[in-house]
């Protein structure tokens, strides 16, 4: 799944700029609280987003799988709402954002499920 390794490679350097970007800009403009925030947007993304390239590595095992396909969607959905929505979240009073963090981590997490169902 070349379209995995690619996505995933533009939401690492998305994380990789967006991580500089904290800490060398956002770390003297930011409460400490609000930069926790930040920070735990910044290794989420990371983290979901090599899980993207692997699942893109991974695919040629069973590249028809709609599992590990939904994985992968899942993986970046997540990222948009659970990583997208904290760093909003850190630097403005966007309290409707709120509901839509634990959303993401529901995408990450039936992402993870289902790249191991997409296995067995």
Do not use: N
């Not at 040629?60 to 909003?88: C, E, N, Q, R, T």
């Not at 850190?90 to 289902?114: D, E, H, N, Y």
């Amino acid at each position: 799944m070349q379209t995995f390794v690619v996505l995933g490679s533009i939401m690492m350097v998305l994380a990789v700029a967006i991580g500089a970007f904290g800490a060398h800009i956002m770390k003297s403009k930011l409460e400490p609280d609000k930069l926790k925030i930040y920070e735990v947007g910044v290794q989420y993304h990371i983290a979901h987003a090599l899980g993207i390239v692997l699942i893109g590595l991974l695919a040629s095992h069973d590249p028809d799988s709609a599992m590990i396909k939904a994985a992968g969607w899942l993986l970046f959905a997540g990222i948009l709402l659970f990583s997208g929505s904290l760093y909003v979240l850190s630097v403005k009073r966007a309290r409707f954002l709120g509901p839509i963090t634990p959303l993401g981590g529901l995408c990450f997490m039936a992402g993870w499920v289902l790249l191991a169902l997409g296995f067995m």
